[in-house]
């Protein structure tokens, strides 16, 4: 049996509290939200931290709320079934309601958040095992060692970037808010990633991200989020993809499409994009497009399934993604598929 190890736990009533605690016990405290993650990451011994702050006692980060210019602003807090359940959010920004309902299982959901999601760390077969089978190894890039068992020559970590909700929020264009004794700043989302699997976020130790804001979806958009994975239930992604458009009656005037688990970050399809905007929806397209997807996902071999088969199903989950969000930006119904053109 695996067991946590011995730490201090803190529990602010305030995100100024937080924001202190987390100066006074730099660099070896670690945040707490849902703890979906890393309760089962200290058991793996694969973070050390004396003390463990828990955002929990926090209040105003667990609202789903529209902010300014009709904005809607996600709480870091906000459980992950209270996203998938959401009526506004399911109407919005289906693709997000999608990630977030195909994470884990219900149990997983109702205590994981949106931002321990968002600061998910990567996953790699030779990282997330227990700290005996890691013994039995040359510590990697990950653990602090200078060999990557996945590419043998690799100059960086190859770890897998699997948090489900981020390539849809990145589809939809998401900025996070994140706190520190500075105050509160806004930014892209895709801006705090790196995609390098050993430090796949810029966040500091003394960070705490408060939320999310979704601009309001325009008319004629749609969206969507597709994954792959062995289980129906409890599985990590090993290929993901989202996709939004906004239309121009029979044409594409904007699309994005961001593929999660193909590489060290979430991979936005910037080639579709182009491809894309402003022409014509066809069938011919849209293959293109997802022949881009293809292209551009970069798995490696550190998870279940060969690259060669993922890879493939990004390129898929990509078009079912794309047709699925020109379905609802055209509000056809489940039967009308066949109509996108
Ligand atoms: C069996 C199993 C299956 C899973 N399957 C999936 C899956 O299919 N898809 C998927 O995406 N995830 C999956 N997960 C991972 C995890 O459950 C989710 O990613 C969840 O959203 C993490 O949220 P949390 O609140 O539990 O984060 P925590 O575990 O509390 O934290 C995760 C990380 O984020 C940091 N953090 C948390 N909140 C903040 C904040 N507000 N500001 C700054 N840093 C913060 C923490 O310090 C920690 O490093 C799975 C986990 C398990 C155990």
């Not at 004396?50 to 210019?69: S, T, Y």
């Not at 602003?73 to 992950?80: E, K, M, R, S, Y």
């Not at 996709?243 to 590489?263: C, N, S, T, Y």
Request: proline share 5%.
């Amino acid at each position: 049996m695996q067991r946590l190890p011995r730490f201090k736990y803190l529990g602010p009533g305030s995100l100024d509290e937080a924001l202190s605690l987390l100066k006074k016990h730099d660099g070896d405290i670690k945040i707490l939200a849902g703890g979906t993650d890393l309760l089962p990451s200290m058991k793996q011994k694969l973070h050390r931290s004396m003390h463990v702050l828990d955002l929990k006692r926090i209040d105003g980060l667990r609202e789903i709320k529209n902010g300014l210019e009709k904005e809607t602003d996600i709480g870091a807090l906000t459980p992950l079934a209270a996203i998938e359940e959401s009526a506004e959010i399911k109407k919005k920004f289906p693709a997000l309601a999608e990630a977030a309902g195909l994470v884990a299982a219900p149990q997983i959901k109702n205590m994981g958040t949106i931002g321990g999601n968002i600061a998910l760390d990567t996953r790699c077969w030779y990282f997330n095992q227990s700290h005996f089978w890691r013994k039995s190894i040359e510590a990697c890039l990950k653990t602090g060692g200078e060999v990557c068992h996945v590419v043998q020559s690799g100059k960086r970590c190859y770890a897998s970037f699997v948090a489900d909700t981020v390539p849809a929020l990145l589809a939809l264009n998401a900025r996070v808010r994140i706190r520190d004794l500075e105050g509160e700043r806004q930014c892209l989302l895709q801006q705090i990633y790196t995609q390098d699997g050993k430090a796949p976020h810029t966040l500091k130790a003394g960070q705490v991200i408060t939320g999310v804001t979704l601009p309001p979806p325009e008319n004629q958009s749609g969206s969507s989020y597709q994954k792959l994975r062995l289980r129906e239930a409890i599985s990590f992604p090993l290929a993901g993809a989202a996709a939004h458009v906004v239309l121009d009656g029979d044409r594409f005037r904007e699309v994005k499409i961001v593929l999660g688990a193909a590489g060290s970050g979430p991979i936005e399809v910037t080639e579709a994009a182009a491809l894309l905007k402003g022409a014509p929806i066809t069938e011919d397209l849209i293959e293109e497009a997802a022949s881009k997807a293809r292209q551009a996902a970069r798995p490696v071999p550190n998870m279940k399934l060969s690259p060669a088969y993922r890879r493939k199903m990004a390129g898929i989950l990509a078009k079912r993604a794309l047709r699925e969000a020109i379905r609802r930006a055209k509000g056809l119904t489940d039967d009308q598929r066949g109509l996108i053109q």
